[in-house]
């Protein structure tokens, strides 16, 4: 792992991963509002968690500049830490309120993820485990929010052992927090793929859903780095507990890294709109029969322009499209499928089109 930290590489992980959301929110809104539909919990989730995961970077950035950050910590001559130093004391503070909003912006976001997945798949047992799942994150976020707040009792930012406070072993807590949060990510991207597998589409169509609806499957990848990360931070703590500042520097960037690219593989698969506001011809594409979606009024005119649509390249967006997957904010009938699909009628010229 690497330990060869610096003032600005924590400066410029903390800038970086505070813009990254912010762009791919913003886009998310703009893809809200090309669809002409109302916000809905699962955006305002999303929202809340972008502020929690601004804040954490911004703690990451403050902290760098006063508080040694990426920088070994000031030590009398004797090796033994500096307790009354102003850093130091800047770094204990960020570094509690980092791990307390950390934990909150994480749990936002999964909960998030899940309601999206609510709002497209309709299915009763599908709802009950997006339910379940939602009590199991509520009570993870809860659990862990209060552990951290009570690392030591009376309650103080305090932890380090040099500091003589009455707090309990932290380590094994930082890894359980990761672990677990590892093994949700894992369950949360898990959890849709029965569902479309079951669906009554052609198997390209199926695998090209998946796979923009499996984006978060970046998040599992860093959630698994991060506990790596953690076990070899929790190492180096033990060898070089007067250096804290320096050998736990990865509590912060990790945090920051999950929660940035959580927020961004949430937003990921929203942004079908701005797709087809810039890739018109995708719009309206036609639903083949194959898929178990075809209306009773196809007929030769509607093959002729089928053939038309066959000359643009197939992406998965186009497939997320032919499916429709949207909210159902507006729809009154309860899908037999599990999928709410929009369909529009026009009539031009004596032609239904549908």
């Known amino acids: 792992m690497l330990q060869d930290y610096s003032k600005g590489l924590m400066i410029g992980l903390a800038v970086g991963f505070m813009i990254v959301p912010v762009i791919l929110v913003s886009l998310r809104l703009w893809a809200k509002w090309l669809s002409a539909r109302r916000m809905a919990l699962d955006d305002h989730l999303a929202i809340a968690a972008l502020f929690v995961s601004i804040t954490c970077c911004l703690l990451q950035l403050t902290t760098a500049v006063h508080g040694h950050l990426g920088q070994h910590q000031p030590l009398y001559s004797d090796g033994t830490p500096i307790m009354d130093d102003p850093g130091l004391i800047f770094f204990e503070k960020t570094k509690f309120a980092l791990n307390m909003l950390g934990i909150v912006g994480l ?28 009590t199991i994150i509520t009570i993870w976020t ?10 030591c009792y009376p309650i103080t930012v305090f932890i380090e052992p040099y500091y003589g406070n009455k707090c309990v072993n932290q380590v094994p807590m930082f890894l359980s927090v990761a672990i677990s949060g590892t093994i949700i990510d894992c369950i949360i991207l898990a959890m849709p793929i029965p569902v479309i597998l079951g669906l009554q589409l052609p ?31 929790a190492g180096e703590y033990l060898r070089h507990p007067n250096d804290v500042i320096y050998y736990t520097a ?9 929660l940035s690219l959580a927020v961004v593989s949430a937003c990921l698969p929203t942004l079908r709109p701005i797709w087809t506001h810039f890739r018109p011809e995708v719009k309206r594409l036609p639903t083949h029969s194959s898929s178990g979606y075809a209306s009773a009024g196809q007929d030769a005119s509607k093959n002729s322009r089928l053939s038309r649509y066959r000359k643009y390249a197939r992406t998965p967006y186009s497939e997320l499209e032919e499916l429709e997957l949207t909210r159902n904010d507006d729809v009154a009938l309860q899908p037999q499928d599990g999928i709410v699909r929009e369909i529009r009628i026009e009539q031009t010229r004596g032609e239904l089109r549908i």
Request: charged letters at 10%; glycine letters at 6%; proline letters at 3%.
């Open 203 to 233: 198997l390209k169509q199926r695998i090209a859903v998946m796979g923009i609806l499996l984006l978060g499957a970046a998040v599992c990848a860093v959630s698994i780095a991060r506990v790596i990360a953690l076990f070899e931070v």
């Open 250 to 258: 990865p509590v912060f960037f990790w945090i920051n890294i999950e």
């Open 107 to 134: 749990g936002l976001i999964k909960a998030s993820i899940l309601i999206y997945y609510k709002n497209i798949f309709t299915t009763r047992p599908f709802r009950y485990a997006v339910y379940g799942m939602l």
């Open 142 to 151: 809860a659990g862990y929010f209060f552990s951290h707040l009570f690392t």
